[in-house]
């Protein structure tokens, strides 16, 4: 079959569709220009050419957190109506996440997790918690959402936490990852009204870094005097060094001050912040920091 160029959409729904076997000699690139088709090498008798560099088009995925994130809350029903959307994830899909260099395959699969814990929202016509999706009579089921295999990514079926542990922390070992992955809940990082991107991921994480730790006075508060940190970080303390010292020197950088000093000395004697799951919806915005799910303690979060 020949290989033509064409718009990643209707690439992406025609492979999204099962037309892979028709199109497994093709590979889905970005360049600076429009997508296009690369056929395979050509005959060894050719000069060589110099790969291109490969990125995800995200441009899609951009217009819609545009559109439908404000200050981090997300407008669900927004998505679910949006035409783009399930046409961005079927670009998701179409990806070689091994075509990509490392800061590129780590913005991708961030994009991935957080583009279908929206999905997720979506399907689900759910406009409370997270957590009430796959409960029966109060309790979750097969580990609730998390373990759901409806994530279709670099032509694979995964689910949230396949993403979350299996990849994000297992292969990048990059503890703000933790500031990145939103899951659909206001105790979660900000999500960005932008995708991310290898060209810009360490100012995306470290500005993920900052709101997180210095503009979400409800999920931490950290100045000279005290520290009280999102339970996020008890639950994951091995991914950011497995030590309180560790720990301190990892949050170090995000402050200035006796309270850097403190964190970087390994002074962390911290309070941890109950982790709110109710919706990170902009119709229900943040007005305190009282949790909305008040069963949910230090002790009983799960590692999501």
């Given at each position: 079959?020949?290989?033509?160029?064409?718009?990643a959409?209707?690439?992406?729904?025609?492979?999204?569709?099962?037309?892979?076997?028709?199109?497994?000699?093709?590979?889905?690139?970005?360049?600076?220009g429009?997508?296009?088709?690369?056929a395979?090498?050509?005959?060894a008798?050719?000069?060589?050419?110099?790969?291109?560099?490969?990125?995800?088009?995200?441009?899609?995925?951009?217009a819609?957190?545009?559109?439908?994130?404000?200050?981090?809350?997300?407008n669900?029903?927004?998505?679910a109506?949006?035409?783009?959307?399930?046409?961005?994830?079927?670009?998701?899909?179409?990806?070689?996440?091994?075509?990509?260099?490392?800061?590129?395959?780590l913005?991708?699969?961030?994009?991935?997790?957080?583009?279908?814990?929206?999905?997720?929202?979506?399907?689900?016509?759910?406009?409370?918690?997270?957590?009430?999706?796959n409960?029966?009579?109060?309790?979750?089921?097969?580990?609730?959402?998390?373990?759901?295999?409806?994530?279709?990514?670099?032509?694979?079926?995964?689910?949230?936490?396949?993403?979350?542990?299996?990849?994000?922390?297992?292969?990048?070992?990059?503890?703000?990852?933790?500031?990145?992955?939103?899951?659909?809940?206001?105790?979660?990082?900000?999500?960005?009204?932008?995708?991310?991107?290898?060209?810009?991921?360490?100012?995306?994480?470290?500005?993920?870094?900052?709101?997180?730790?210095?503009?979400?006075?409800?999920?931490?508060?950290?100045?000279?005097?005290?520290?009280?940190?999102?339970?996020?970080?008890?639950?994951?303390?091995?991914?950011?060094?497995?030590?309180?010292?560790?720990?301190?020197?990892?949050?170090?950088?995000?402050?200035?001050?006796?309270?850097?000093?403190?964190?970087?000395?390994?002074?962390?004697?911290?309070?941890?912040?109950?982790?709110?799951?109710?919706?990170?919806?902009?119709?229900?915005?943040v007005?305190?920091?009282?949790?909305?799910?008040?069963?949910?303690?230090?002790?009983?979060?799960?590692?999501?």
């Amino acid at each position: 079959m020949n290989c033509v160029t064409q718009r990643a959409p209707v690439i992406a729904r025609a492979l999204f569709r099962g037309g892979v076997r028709k199109m497994a000699a093709c590979m889905l690139l970005v360049t600076a220009g429009a997508p296009t088709l690369v056929a395979q090498a050509g005959p060894a008798t050719e000069a060589p050419i110099a790969a291109p560099s490969v990125s995800v088009d995200n441009r899609l995925y951009d217009a819609l957190l545009q559109a439908y994130v404000v200050d981090g809350r997300v407008n669900y029903d927004g998505f679910a109506r949006d035409s783009r959307f399930p046409q961005y994830l079927a670009v998701l899909n179409a990806v070689i996440p091994e075509r990509l260099v490392e800061p590129e395959r780590l913005a991708y699969w961030l994009n991935v997790y957080n583009a279908y814990v929206i999905q997720l929202i979506v399907t689900h016509n759910e406009r409370t918690s997270i957590r009430n999706i796959n409960r029966t009579f109060g309790i979750l089921r097969l580990k609730g959402p998390w373990s759901e295999p409806f994530v279709r990514a670099a032509g694979r079926v995964l689910t949230l936490d396949d993403v979350a542990h299996r990849i994000l922390r297992t292969e990048f070992h990059d503890p703000r990852v933790h500031f990145a992955m939103v899951n659909a809940a206001i105790g979660s990082p900000p999500l960005r009204s932008e995708a991310y991107r290898g060209a810009m991921l360490e100012q995306q994480l470290f500005d993920q870094g900052r709101r997180f730790l210095r503009e979400s006075p409800w999920n931490n508060t950290v100045d000279s005097a005290r520290f009280e940190l999102s339970v996020i970080f008890d639950a994951y303390r091995q991914d950011f060094g497995g030590t309180l010292k560790a720990l301190g020197t990892s949050l170090g950088p995000w402050f200035e001050g006796p309270a850097r000093q403190k964190l970087e000395a390994g002074r962390l004697f911290f309070t941890r912040r109950e982790f709110d799951w109710s919706l990170n919806s902009t119709a229900r915005p943040v007005t305190s920091g009282v949790s909305l799910s008040s069963s949910v303690t230090p002790s009983s979060i799960r590692r999501f």
